[in-house]
């Protein structure tokens, strides 16, 4: 069943604020599950408990700790511009909300006896929208970095802003190709075109990057620089305290939902039932049936994202940025160069849809092989070992430089004489 523009803007005005408060109460809940979820997940992983205390299973711990936040003391460093500092949270954590306005929880069902389809919006480029909204994120971060009148607080933000940007050019061409493959930026017909096969199958490499693209963006662990504890102490959200903490906290789970969303829109078929169960069973695409399905999909993302941060190890920030600037973005490039001569071929007539998504798997394949390849680290040479300094006699060996850091026609390494006595009777210079 699939869902046209025409079906859109036509609700009664209860109808949209009904769905704007579900989108609005959904994501809260959502927000405060995932919280427990990521608590619990990454405890069985250590081999801890987690949260167990609050409710059934822990389930309210979340809740505990939204109230312990918002009775917090709410500081404003003296050298920060207190105007900037207030409105930052509040950038970041909007758009996070408005992102979901386009997404597609299922087809046109009945609500309140009004038939009106399970999504707030569309629009013929809603995905561009999702993407432009979702840029001013960056504005509050970045803001709220320089604003707080801290050092590590704006080395985050810059580092924020530089990844964020980055990362969405990434994502941004990883989503062309889906724009071609289905003729459309709409949501819900992006949707429609996944009914016999998913994206996330027939455009294997643009999956990938999307996957590893979307990480990045949220800036989560292992990409989590932004908020570097060994470096910048908590990154841009230093100095933030109390409700605007949480608001921040809010905008990252929010975001990750949002990312989560889109990549079941566009690559998993999104609310369709998956494994194809709709062939055995009529009624899997009807109804709220979708909903659950949707759900599914979307929170098997963000398990993605809590099994990352609780195995991988932070990267260093040169080694993230080069491998988005130097390795996704020309992967991602030539990849659309790929969909697009396919697309040209099949309106020539060079071959049939059938043969055009063998090939086009075949090839994405090839692609993604290499592109995984680019994860796998490099094993270096067997280096010669170097030389050990023999110390003068009396002296002490002192370590060796780096590799390529000695001086030309510098003197010999350093030693510590320990034949020169101090003012102090028996203790001898070290």
């Known amino acids: 069943?699939?869902?046209?523009?025409?079906?859109?803007?036509?609700?009664?005005?209860?109808?949209?604020?009904?769905?704007?408060?579900?989108?609005?109460?959904?994501?809260?809940?959502?927000?405060?599950?995932?919280?427990?979820?990521?608590?619990r997940v990454v405890a069985r992983m250590q081999h801890r408990i987690g949260p167990n205390v609050h409710g059934p299973f822990g389930l309210l711990q979340s809740l505990a700790d939204g109230v312990k936040l918002a009775f917090k003391e709410d500081l404003i460093p003296k050298a920060a511009d207190k105007v900037v500092f207030v409105l930052a949270p509040v950038i970041v954590v909007v758009p996070a909300f408005v992102t979901f306005s386009v997404i597609p929880f299922g087809p046109e069902v009945t609500l309140f006896g009004e038939r009106t389809p399970l999504q707030l919006?569309?629009?013929?480029?809603?995905?561009?929208?999702?993407?432009?909204?979702?840029?001013?994120g960056i504005y509050g971060i970045v803001l709220g970095g320089w604003s707080s009148g801290s050092t590590y607080s704006l080395l985050g933000g810059l580092r924020s802003s530089a990844q964020m940007i980055s990362y969405e050019v990434a994502m941004g061409l990883a989503l062309v190709a889906v724009f071609m493959y289905a003729g459309s930026m709409s949501t819900s017909e992006i949707v429609a075109a996944q009914d016999d096969l998913w994206f996330g199958a027939a455009l294997i490499p643009s999956f990938i990057i999307y996957t590893i693209a979307m990480v990045g963006e949220t800036n989560r662990a292992p990409f989590d620089l932004p908020e570097a504890e060994g470096e910048l102490v908590g990154g841009f959200h230093t100095e933030y305290s109390s409700l605007k903490f949480a608001l921040f906290f809010l905008a990252e789970y929010i975001n990750m939902a949002t990312v989560s969303a889109l990549a079941t829109?566009?690559?998993?078929?999104?609310?369709?039932?998956?494994?194809?169960?709709?062939?055995?069973w009529a009624g899997a695409n009807e109804g709220y049936w979708p909903v659950l399905w949707f759900f599914g999909k979307v929170l098997f993302?963000?398990?993605?994202?809590?099994?990352?941060?609780?195995?991988?190890?932070?990267?260093r920030?040169?080694?993230?940025?080069a491998f988005g600037w130097k390795r996704l973005i020309p992967i991602s490039l030539g990849w659309i160069v790929i969909v697009a001569t396919f697309r040209v071929a099949r309106n020539e007539g060079a071959f049939d849809g059938g043969n055009q998504t063998f090939w086009l798997v075949t090839a994405g394949l090839v692609v993604a092989a290499f592109l995984l390849s680019l994860l796998i680290p490099e094993k270096k040479a067997d280096e010669a070992p170097a030389a050990v300094n023999v110390p003068r006699p009396g002296g002490y060996p002192v370590p060796q430089m780096p590799a390529g850091g000695a001086v030309r026609g510098a003197a010999a390494p350093l030693v510590f004489r320990t034949d020169v006595h101090t003012s102090d009777a028996g203790v001898r210079n070290g």
């Open 121 to 136: 919006t569309d629009m013929p480029v809603a995905v561009l929208f999702v993407m432009a909204i979702a840029s001013i």
């Open 301 to 315: 993302f963000i398990f993605m994202f809590i099994w990352l941060r609780g195995s991988l190890p932070r990267l």
């Open 265 to 280: 829109t566009l690559f998993l078929g999104g609310w369709h039932a998956p494994f194809w169960i709709d062939e055995v």
């Open 1 to 39: 069943m699939s869902t046209n523009l025409g079906a859109f803007g036509n609700d009664v005005w209860w109808i949209i604020g009904i769905k704007t408060l579900l989108v609005f109460v959904i994501l809260v809940l959502l927000t405060l599950f995932n919280i427990w979820w990521e608590r």
């Open 317 to 321: 920030y040169d080694q993230f940025m």
